[in-house]
């Protein structure tokens, strides 16, 4: 009898998300937390990535109404940056994935970029340097969420 070694991978897609949503939930020192990476958003482009036909617009913008609600956010406002990420890498994910790392790793900053401007347009923030250290984290760490959770998918044969 043949075993089946493929896994349909929503599961740990969902948990992954759910690491990286504990992650962003993590309290931190006021003279850090403008430092902390969008772990969420890190996961989402890899997954997209990785596996574009378990990931959608609509998953997207369902984490990102969570992430609203326990964040305490304006409502909507990470659901529409979500989906709008995922809509990019949908687009441009055959692309990304021949990228060498450097290259994803600015791409990664580029989207993260995309979601604090939407912050400071929608919630009227001033874009002072710290507008930028969100994105700058993100393509820093990018590396190794890619390295984990590309880890991850092949000990649990996503596919």
């Not at 969008?38 to 574009?52: K, S």
Request: proline share 4%.
């Amino acid at each position: 009898m043949a075993t089946n070694k493929t896994s349909q991978g929503g599961g740990v897609i969902i948990i992954s998300i759910i690491v990286a949503a504990l992650l962003t939930l993590v309290p931190l020192p006021d003279s850090v937390r403008m430092f902390r990476p969008e772990f969420v958003a890190l996961a989402l482009i890899y997954w997209t990535m990785a596996a574009p036909h378990h990931i959608g617009i609509s998953f997207a913008w369902s984490v990102g109404l969570l992430m609203d609600v326990m964040l305490g956010g304006a409502l909507g406002l990470l659901a529409f940056a979500y989906a709008l990420i995922v809509y990019l890498v949908l687009q441009f994910h055959l692309q990304i994935r021949q990228y060498p790392m450097w290259q994803q790793a600015l791409s990664v900053f580029s989207l993260v970029l995309l979601l604090q401007l939407l912050f400071v347009i929608v919630e009227s923030h001033t874009a002072g340097w710290s507008f930028w250290l969100p994105a700058i984290s993100s393509m820093l760490i990018w590396p190794v969420i890619y390295s984990v959770l590309r880890s991850v998918r092949r000990t649990f044969h996503v596919r």
